[in-house]
């Protein structure tokens, strides 16, 4: 019996689709795992693995409502949940929000892909940051647009270089992403630099797609500002969920909140609701976890606060690497991560991808090169300081071990 004649490669679509956060690194590290290593993780931003646990009612309210759960729920996602994203957004200061306004998606991550295929035609060009999480530039990419990377700043903490960022639009460019607070440097956009951004969006008639994800994730008294709240000319769609502020990430539960210009977009918005109609609905139990999380007690406020876990791991991550001699490191204010740079002088990496590959099998460390997040050099990396404090000691002893070794050579 013969088989296919010929080899079956994957689409012309996927060219240039990449996400290593998830890639070969971690391939890499769950073949050592197979061998019997043990690796500790710093590369994926998963509250659940290191003991940080869904606040208590979430729960309740899912099992509590398993047996209504069963079947399909509107194609938007259920009335009670989009009823309290629409009452956070009014807290938040974003006007004119209606319960129809709101899709809850299977996470933030499906709510991008549907965003950029409603949106994009082939050629078509968005504005993200770099560094990115690189999701945003694979779903530009993989609905026929081309992603345009604009520097941020890291002596400017880490803040949008607008002028950067304005030689990038052309007649081409179709909407602006504002990743705040941001993944992977963990900077936290101020009023005035997110209304010079709207300034520019405005000059150019882009819509605006903001990642606040990290919302409540907010160290040193830090206050965010939802862009959407600042504006009502331009059309916005913000997106946020379960998995970072409330730990739940497997929920996989995350919504989008369509806002300002919403009489401009009519098309836009009927091509939002087929894909959401063509995917049938979300993962409808874990739904019944937004209105507890999002009306409860916040206690992601006692995580980030002086002394919480959070916040004194950060404190101990930060000062160990800015320790280690030729790395350096802008403290964040907000998010799950640290994005350290190498001196090139004193490790002159030319693929950092090697670098992380080459600390994996020797320190059994797993960390994600800059460059999986579009930095365009390599002399970045970034580090989850979810672990516990001994495991975050630990590896990063480990890093500082393995830059000493690198740095004598």
């Given at each position: 019996?013969?088989?296919?004649?010929?080899?079956?490669?994957?689409?012309?679509?996927?060219?240039?689709?990449?996400?290593?956060?998830?890639?070969?690194?971690?391939?890499?590290?769950?073949?050592?795992?197979?061998?019997?290593?043990?690796?500790?993780?710093?590369?994926?931003?998963?509250?659940?693995?290191?003991?940080?646990?869904?606040?208590?009612?979430?729960?309740?309210?899912?099992?509590?409502?398993?047996?209504?759960?069963?079947?399909?729920?509107?194609?938007?996602?259920?009335?009670?949940?989009?009823?309290?994203?629409?009452?956070?957004?009014?807290?938040?200061?974003?006007?004119?929000?209606?319960?129809?306004?709101?899709?809850?998606?299977?996470?933030?991550?499906?709510?991008?892909?549907?965003?950029?295929?409603?949106?994009?035609?082939?050629?078509?060009?968005?504005?993200?940051?770099?560094?990115?999480?690189?999701?945003?530039?694979?779903?530009?990419?993989?609905?026929?647009?081309?992603?345009?990377?604009?520097?941020?700043?890291?002596?400017?903490?880490?803040?949008?270089?607008?002028?950067?960022?304005?030689?990038?639009?052309?007649?081409?460019?179709?909407?602006?992403?504002?990743?705040?607070?941001?993944?992977?440097?963990?900077?936290?956009?101020?009023?005035?630099?997110?209304?010079?951004?709207?300034?520019?969006?405005?000059?150019?008639?882009?819509?605006?797609?903001?990642?606040?994800?990290?919302?409540?994730?907010?160290?040193?008294?830090?206050?965010?500002?939802?862009?959407?709240?600042?504006?009502?000319?331009?059309?916005?769609?913000?997106?946020?969920?379960?998995?970072?502020?409330?730990?739940?990430?497997?929920?996989?539960?995350?919504?989008?909140?369509i806002s300002g210009a919403?009489?401009?977009?009519?098309?836009?918005?009927?091509?939002?609701?087929?894909?959401?109609?063509?995917?049938?609905?979300?993962?409808?139990?874990?739904?019944?976890?937004?209105?507890?999380?999002?009306?409860?007690?916040?206690?992601?406020?006692?995580?980030?606060?002086?002394?919480?876990?959070?916040?004194?791991?950060?404190?101990?991550?930060?000062?160990?690497?800015?320790?280690?001699?030729?790395?350096?490191?802008?403290?964040?204010?907000?998010?799950?991560?640290?994005?350290?740079?190498?001196?090139?002088?004193?490790?002159?990496?030319?693929?950092?991808?090697?670098?992380?590959?080459?600390?994996?099998?020797?320190?059994?460390?797993?960390?994600?090169?800059?460059?999986?997040?579009?930095?365009?050099?390599?002399?970045?990396?970034?580090?989850?300081?979810?672990?516990?404090?001994?495991?975050?000691?630990?590896?990063?002893?480990?890093?500082?071990r393995y830059l000493d070794?690198?740095?004598?050579?």
């Amino acid at each position: 019996m013969s088989g296919y004649p010929f080899r079956i490669g994957k689409s012309d679509k996927l060219k240039g689709v990449c996400y290593d956060i998830r890639g070969p690194v971690l391939r890499e590290a769950h073949r050592l795992e197979d061998e019997g290593h043990r690796v500790i993780k710093l590369n994926i931003g998963n509250p659940a693995p290191f003991s940080f646990e869904a606040p208590e009612e979430l729960l309740q309210d899912v099992i509590h409502n398993l047996p209504d759960a069963t079947g399909y729920c509107h194609s938007k996602g259920l009335f009670p949940a989009r009823k309290a994203v629409m009452q956070y957004s009014q807290t938040k200061g974003i006007q004119d929000v209606s319960v129809d306004d709101i899709i809850i998606g299977n996470g933030v991550s499906e709510l991008i892909v549907m965003a950029m295929q409603a949106l994009l035609n082939n050629g078509d060009e968005v504005l993200l940051p770099a560094p990115d999480y690189p999701l945003w530039t694979a779903a530009v990419r993989l609905s026929g647009g081309n992603p345009v990377h604009y520097l941020c700043d890291e002596k400017q903490d880490w803040h949008p270089a607008l002028d950067d960022l304005r030689s990038k639009i052309t007649d081409r460019t179709r909407a602006l992403v504002i990743i705040n607070p941001n993944n992977p440097t963990g900077a936290n956009y101020d009023r005035a630099l997110l209304e010079d951004m709207l300034q520019i969006a405005r000059e150019h008639n882009l819509i605006v797609f903001a990642d606040e994800i990290y919302d409540k994730i907010l160290y040193d008294e830090e206050k965010h500002t939802s862009i959407a709240s600042l504006a009502d000319d331009l059309l916005f769609i913000t997106f946020n969920g379960l998995s970072k502020n409330y730990r739940a990430a497997g929920f996989r539960s995350g919504w989008m909140i369509i806002s300002g210009a919403k009489h401009l977009a009519d098309s836009y918005i009927e091509g939002l609701e087929m894909l959401a109609s063509m995917r049938l609905c979300a993962n409808v139990p874990s739904q019944n976890a937004i209105q507890a999380a999002l009306g409860g007690y916040q206690s992601i406020d006692d995580l980030v606060a002086p002394g919480g876990r959070l916040c004194r791991q950060r404190d101990i991550a930060w000062e160990m690497l800015s320790a280690i001699p030729g790395v350096s490191c802008v403290k964040p204010k907000s998010a799950l991560y640290l994005f350290p740079r190498l001196d090139p002088k004193v490790f002159p990496f030319q693929d950092d991808e090697a670098f992380a590959l080459d600390l994996l099998r020797e320190e059994h460390v797993l960390i994600v090169q800059g460059t999986a997040f579009n930095w365009p050099d390599p002399d970045h990396f970034r580090v989850v300081f979810l672990p516990r404090v001994d495991d975050l000691e630990d590896s990063i002893g480990r890093i500082a071990r393995y830059l000493d070794r690198i740095r004598k050579k």
